[in-house]
């Protein structure tokens, strides 16, 4: 296995971008070895990539089932364990149950997609990272990994097919 | 930690029968609005003094009000209906109930009656929005606080007519009229030491005690003997705001025409 | 004769009879460097005569809420108005007011976006931010009117040694779970689209205090695929999933008063008739807060245009609209067939000592909505819409004291009638105003006010096509 090193293409809007990143493939590189950065989101079909996979959906639907064991055992197991009469409701009451457990389940879903947001991207990470400032002006990054051997062929065709530059990529402190 | 799993069925459905154990029974037709037994209920039960200043802006805290009604106000047939006198009517269906958010209104199983505990209210005043017969009474400021001689100068030697029965409330909390529950638990108490149920007539309501014509009788309704329920069947009986359902344990004969 | 055509509209040059789209923000894109630097510059230059309101601001913050509150809580609700009948006075009408401001942030960031109205880009931030202030002096006036509020954490169901929980079957319990989760999430809404701003104003910012709090706000944010999956996911999740709730606690707000056996109160149509109402007064309040945005902010001027306020404009139309029909069914129904009680409260309201409210809620609340809000052009002017806005908020606050003092007085023991006079809650009132202003102001130095990261993805999206002579917007779904 020959040394591989982490490479850094900015390239001025998504249509370049997308130029570029079929030259990478044509290279011989495979969509997981790339990670694109921009500044707004980007479909992935606009690059020509799959989407990312995210799993924030899923945790919140699990944090909406927390959600709404928590309001079923505040509304009615509560009263089980601890009974008051009240007004000549039933112990156990439809309406209450109904409106406390609907709270409870949006706050679970909610706070636990929230929650997923930040486990599922590694959130909050002040870790130096590869980065440059200029994404949050338009361009578009292109993070990829190549064999040390190839770094110039890489560098030359990126930079012909449109690239503003391409360096190795350097961890920064954000 | 014990689960009651034997767990009374409490709905609105059930219970229109006129139930319960403590009751009491207010005739109008003999009342003369003297007002004796606000000022019993107030010594009984430690009601404080607001003063003139709030007590003049509708903050005065007696647990009973006589009410005093004009049928025509004009001349010459000006007309007044009975008097009538208005405390916590106890209902079984208490709309004050509910509506707590912390449980410090609730009913007693015991005593079928609607209990307010102070040290458990943290002073929304739900409960009073709630009651339709507009019974209970905020403790707007500290009116007990023997410090709080600027609201009333003499208030230090009212403390020694408090009755050591009773709790002193402080600001912040709720209270209304309790059926004289302290007479009620004292009663109850001896009966049960001397290993029998508590007479008819051994013991009554500071209202009813001090009511120079008899107008207010009290004593248990779940004895269809006792001289509270003999009067509560009278012809002339009703409950105030029926329409409600809320099930109240005070009735009204009404005034003579 | 040949035909009957319809005679065409006066002929005018083509280019002047139709709208230049390039006069709409989408179609109007600068480059991203420097729209980011205008948004950075807005928070970090302005003048000496905001640090002049600033201060005012404060020294109002400090007497009216702060010393007012101090001598609340020692001397208790007596040096407040409140009395028997009336147990409920102007703190609970403020309650009700701000969780109605509090709405107008949802329904713009997510109804807005999940009926993709483009043109509420710009503004969203600024609307979240007044849910989240809003929702804070809302909290505060809770805590105001409790007597004993040195207990309030006994509403909270949490294990104590007492072994007694709070009560479910009372409304205000339902209105502590759904204010608490409204809260919590609009506040996770709001911060989330606020991640990418945090990381521009991270790399745009010099090493300092302020560079640290971007940094640690920021997250780490870099702006990878599947961070923005994961980050876009959430928002629409939220988006989708905070609308319900958002119904859920006016409506639950509604119940503390209709679940009440009280004339006037015990009113079905409760629900959604508050529901509108917050609509009502919560676009009406963002209207004036983005004229105030608009007119005081560097650069604000490029992204807030009229056409936002053409948006906002024909909401308020359309809500004032729903809001007349509910007050016409509030009303009618027990005039037409109540029993007395009620009829006799809407009496005391309409022919009272304090008629005139009555009046004067109507008149901002319905006539001036529909006397301005009809025409684009006026619709589309800042100063005017924002001075609806006005009106129609004083309509609403008086709206909701209509309801609540006034709905007290009356009840089925005349004997017990008694008008309600307030006291310290004057003050407090103010300075809860006053610091929601405040709040705002130390904000707009801290945050972007505007979410750039959506106008640019908006601009993206937008584009002009050439259909025969014409240049038409489109949009296009980017994502």
């Given at each position: 296995m020959s040394q591989s090193i982490t490479l850094l293409a900015v390239f001025e809007g998504m249509e370049p971008a997308a130029e570029g990143i079929e030259k990478l493939h044509d290279l011989g590189l495979n969509d997981d070895e790339m990670n694109v950065i921009s500044g707004i989101p980007v479909k992935g079909s606009i690059l020509g990539r799959p989407s990312a996979i995210t799993y924030v959906s899923r945790i919140g639907m699990f944090g909406a089932i927390l959600g709404m064991s928590f309001g079923i055992f505040l509304i009615y197991g509560i009263p089980y364990l601890y009974p008051l009469l009240v007004g000549g409701q039933p112990i156990f009451p439809v309406p209450q149950g109904l409106i406390i457990t609907f709270e409870m389940t949006m706050l679970g879903l909610m706070g636990f997609a929230f929650i997923g947001m930040f486990v599922d991207s590694g959130f909050p990470s002040y870790t130096p990272k590869e980065y440059v400032s200029e994404i949050s002006d338009g361009k578009i990054a292109v993070l990829f990994s190549c064999p040390d051997n190839d770094q110039k062929k890489f560098v030359d065709v990126l930079i012909k097919s449109g690239a503003q530059s391409v360096a190795p990529a350097e961890a920064r402190q954000l | 930690m014990t689960t009651n799993l034997e767990l009374p069925v409490f709905t609105n459905s059930s219970e229109e029968e006129l139930g319960g154990k403590w009751g009491m029974v207010i005739d109008q037709d003999i009342c003369?609005?003297?007002?004796a037994c606000v000022a019993a209920c107030s010594m009984e039960n430690n009601v404080p003094f607001v003063g003139e200043e709030d007590a003049g802006y509708g903050?005065?805290?007696?647990w009973i009000r006589i009410e005093r009604l004009w049928d025509s106000t004009s001349f010459p047939g000006i007309k007044m209906t009975s008097y009538q006198p208005v405390m916590c009517q106890q209902c079984h269906n208490a709309p004050c109930e509910p509506v707590c958010p912390v449980y410090a209104s609730v009913h007693s199983m015991s005593e079928d009656t609607n209990l307010q505990v102070y040290n458990r209210?943290?002073?929304?005043?739900y409960c009073a929005n709630n009651c339709p017969y507009q019974v209970r009474v905020f403790n707007w400021r500290d009116y007990t606080d023997a410090r709080n001689t600027k609201l009333n100068p003499g208030l230090a030697v009212l403390q020694n007519q408090l009755n050591p029965d009773v709790t002193v409330r402080r600001r912040g909390v709720m209270e209304k009229c309790t059926f004289c529950i302290q007479r009620i638990h004292k009663a109850e108490d001896k009966a049960k030491s001397e290993g029998r149920e508590v007479q008819d007539g051994e013991f009554t309501s500071a209202c009813a005690q001090a009511c120079p014509a008899s107008a207010i009788t009290f004593g248990r309704?779940?004895?269809?003997?006792s001289e509270v329920s003999l009067a509560a069947v009278a012809q002339r009986g009703s409950h105030l705001l029926?329409?409600?359902?809320?099930?109240?344990r005070v009735t009204y004969l009404a005034g003579g025409v | 004769m040949a035909t009957y055509a319809k005679p065409l509209s006066r002929p005018k040059p083509h280019t002047e009879e139709h709208e230049d789209p390039r006069e709409m923000l989408m179609h109007d894109p600068l480059p991203r460097g420097k729209m980011n630097e205008m948004v950075m510059e807005s928070m970090h230059e302005t003048s000496w005569k905001f640090w002049g309101v600033t201060g005012f601001l404060v020294f109002v913050v400090l007497t009216c809420l702060v010393y007012a509150w101090y001598r609340l809580i020692m001397d208790g609700l007596g040096i407040a108005g409140v009395n028997r009948p009336v147990f409920w006075g102007i703190f609970l009408v403020d309650v009700v007011f701000w969780i109605g401001i509090s709405h107008a942030g949802t329904f713009i960031s997510a109804i807005l976006r999940v009926l993709k109205v483009e043109s509420r880009r710009p503004f969203t931030r600024a609307a979240e931010l007044m849910t989240t202030f809003g929702l804070v002096q809302a909290g505060f006036s809770v805590f105001m009117h409790m007597g004993r509020v040195w207990l309030a954490y006994w509403m909270a169901p949490i294990p104590n040694e007492r072994m007694i929980w709070p009560n479910f079957h009372s409304p205000l319990m339902w209105d502590f779970m759904a204010i608490s989760t409204y809260l919590l999430c609009s506040t996770m809404y709001l911060f989330l689209p606020l991640i990418p701003d945090m990381a521009m104003a991270r790399d745009r910012t010099q090493e300092g205090w302020l560079k640290t709090f971007y940094k640690i706000l920021a997250l780490g944010f870099r702006g990878t695929e599947g961070e923005w999956k994961n980050l876009t996911t959430a928002m629409n999740l939220f988006a989708f999933a905070i609308i319900p709730v958002m119904f859920s606690v006016h409506t639950i707000v509604s119940w503390d008063f209709a679940?009440?056996?009280r004339p006037g109160w015990a009113s079905t149509v409760f629900g959604p008739y508050f529901v509108i109402g917050a609509l009502h007064s919560g676009m009406a309040a963002v209207a004036i807060v983005l004229f105030l945005l608009r007119s005081t902010m560097k650069h604000y001027k490029y992204f807030i245009r009229p056409e936002h306020f053409n948006t906002i404009g024909m909401l308020m139309f359309l809500v004032s609209m729903a809001w007349a029909y509910f007050y016409l069914n509030d009303y009618i129904v027990p005039w037409y067939g109540g029993n007395k009680w009620d009829k006799i409260v809407q009496e005391f309201a309409e022919k009272g000592p304090l008629a005139p409210l009555w009046y004067i809620m109507l008149f901002c609340n319905i006539v001036v909505p529909w006397a301005v809000l009809w025409n684009k052009k006026w619709r589309s002017t800042p100063w005017l819409l924002a001075i609806t806005g006005f009106f129609i908020n004083i309509g609403m606050w008086l709206e909701r004291y209509i309801i609540i003092p006034e709905g007290l007085t009356i009840n089925r023991m005349p004997f017990t009638w008694r008008l309600y006079f307030p006291g310290v809650e004057v003050a407090l009132t103010i300075g809860m105003f006053a610091l929601f202003f405040l709040l705002y102001m130390l904000a707009s130095r801290i945050i972007p006010l505007i979410p750039v990261w959506e106008v640019q993805e908006g601009q993206e999206s937008h584009m002009l096509r050439k259909i025969g002579k014409a240049e038409i917007p489109t949009l296009s779904d980017l994502e």
């Open positions: - | 003369t609005g003297c007002q903050r005065s805290m007696h209210c943290v002073g929304t005043r309704i779940d004895d269809p003997n029926e329409e409600l359902g809320t099930l109240p | 679940m009440a056996s």
